[in-house]
C-alpha cells in the first residue's frame, strides 16, 4: 500500500495510531534486547538455527513498527526490502546476460596450394610459440588449413589466401529460458550448431 493510499484509510495522528505505535515500538524493544542478550551469547558452538528463527522475528517485528508509522504519520522510516525480490530481479538480470552468438560462413577454395602453404606456416608459428598447443597434426587439407589459420590470428575469413568468401552471417541471439547452452563434448556437434530459440538483438552478413 502506498503512503497516499494509507492516507485515505487511516485516520493519521489519532488515538489508535498512538497506540499501535506505542505497541509496536514497546514489542521491537523488548524483542531488540532480547536478540541482542542472545547474539551476545553466541559461540562456535552455538545453535544457528535457533538464531536463524530469532532474527524472522526481529524481522517482523521491525515491519511492525515500520506499518505502524506510516499508519501513524504517512511515513516511511524504513525502505525496508523484500530479499525474495532482490533475488528474482537477480535472477532476471542473470538470465539477460546469456547472449549466443550463431556463425556461417560459405567459402570456395580457389588456390588449395596457397591455402596450405599459409595453413603450414601458421602451424608452425603456432607451435614456435606454444609447444604445448594441440595443433600438431600434419596440415594435409584445406579445412586443416583453414583451421590452422583461425588458431593463429582468430576468425580469418576475409583474408584467408587462396580463398573466396560467398556469404557469411552472424546472428546474436538473447536466448529464452529455460536455457540449454550447447554440449562442447556432444558425439554429433553438427546438432548443436543451430540458433536458440529466443530474440535475435543483432545480425550481420556479407557475401
Known sequence: MSEQDH???????SDDTRKALAEA???LTER????TAALLALNAESDFEALFEQNAELEELVESWNDAVLDHTGTIPLALVDTEDLEEEEEEVQAEQVISVVSRFDLRVVDADALLAEGRAAQERVLAEDQESDLRDPVETTEQAIYAISREVGEAWF????????????????PEQPFEPLEPEAEDIVTELTTPNGSVTYAESWA
Do not use: K, N, S
Open 7 to 13: 492516507e485515505q484509510t487511516i485516520e493519521q495522528f
Open 25 to 27: 515500538a514497546q514489542l
Open 32 to 35: 531488540l534486547q532480547a536478540h
Open 159 to 174: 583474408a584467408l589466401p587462396g580463398i573466396e568468401l560467398i556469404a557469411g552471417a552472424r546472428a546474436y541471439v538473447v
